[in-house]
């Protein structure tokens, strides 16, 4: 599985306009549901799943990234995307330094496999430094896109 295979970059958020974790979440479903990626109506009742589930662990690995996720019947397929904030939001995260790029996985609830599968590649790119360098640094849609498929081609 690549990276590139799961991110709608339709629904990429280079520049969050949400200054906390709520709204983050709030407004990268938003945009997943404006793609058409989900359904719109669910869109809210998808932003609250993801609340409850960062609620109860926060998703803010550190080194400056939160990995958002939830598995919910909402979904009828995994898929994911990408918010950046240059100023930084406060995710909690186990560094306790600020987070500036989200990257949110919803997957469908019946499939967890393919859930484990997403977040193993999402951490495998995470994982690289010049790519969470790169990613932070991206303020483009297109620039995002670009440095997803230039890291699935190493």
Same mark, same amino acid.
């Given at each position: 599985?690549?990276?590139?295979?799961?991110?709608?970059?339709?629904? /990429?958020?280079?520049?969050?306009? @949400?200054?906390? #974790?709520d709204?983050?979440?709030?407004?990268?479903?938003?945009? !997943?549901?404006k @793609?058409g990626s989900?359904?719109?109506n669910? /869109?809210?009742?998808? =932003?609250? =799943? /993801? $609340? %409850? #589930?960062?609620?109860?662990?926060? +998703?803010? $690995?550190?080194?400056?990234?939160?990995?958002?996720? /939830?598995? %919910?019947?909402?979904?009828?397929?995994?898929?994911a995307?990408?918010g950046?904030? @240059?100023?930084?939001?406060?995710? @909690?995260? !186990?560094?306790?330094?600020? +987070?500036?790029?989200v990257? &949110?996985?919803?997957?469908?609830a019946?499939?967890?496999?393919?859930? !484990?599968? =997403?977040?193993e +590649?999402?951490?495998?790119? &995470?994982q690289?430094?010049? *790519?969470r360098? *790169?990613? #932070?640094q991206?303020?483009?849609?297109?620039?995002?896109?670009? !440095?997803? %498929?230039?890291?699935?081609?190493?």
């Amino acid at each position: 599985m690549k990276l590139e295979d799961i991110i709608c970059f339709d629904a /990429v958020v280079p520049k969050l306009a @949400s200054v906390d #974790r709520d709204g983050v979440i709030n407004e990268l479903v938003s945009a !997943l549901g404006k @793609s058409g990626s989900i359904r719109k109506n669910k /869109v809210a009742e998808i =932003a609250q =799943a /993801v $609340i %409850t #589930r960062e609620s109860e662990a926060s +998703t803010g $690995i550190g080194k400056g990234v939160a990995v958002p996720h /939830v598995k %919910t019947d909402l979904v009828k397929k995994i898929v994911a995307t990408i918010g950046c904030c @240059s100023a930084g939001i406060d995710f @909690s995260s !186990l560094d306790k330094q600020p +987070t500036y790029s989200v990257l &949110l996985l919803l997957s469908p609830a019946n499939d967890p496999d393919c859930h !484990l599968q =997403a977040m193993e +590649t999402i951490f495998k790119y &995470l994982q690289k430094d010049d *790519f969470r360098k *790169f990613l #932070r640094q991206s303020d483009t849609s297109e620039s995002i896109h670009d !440095l997803i %498929t230039d890291f699935s081609d190493e």
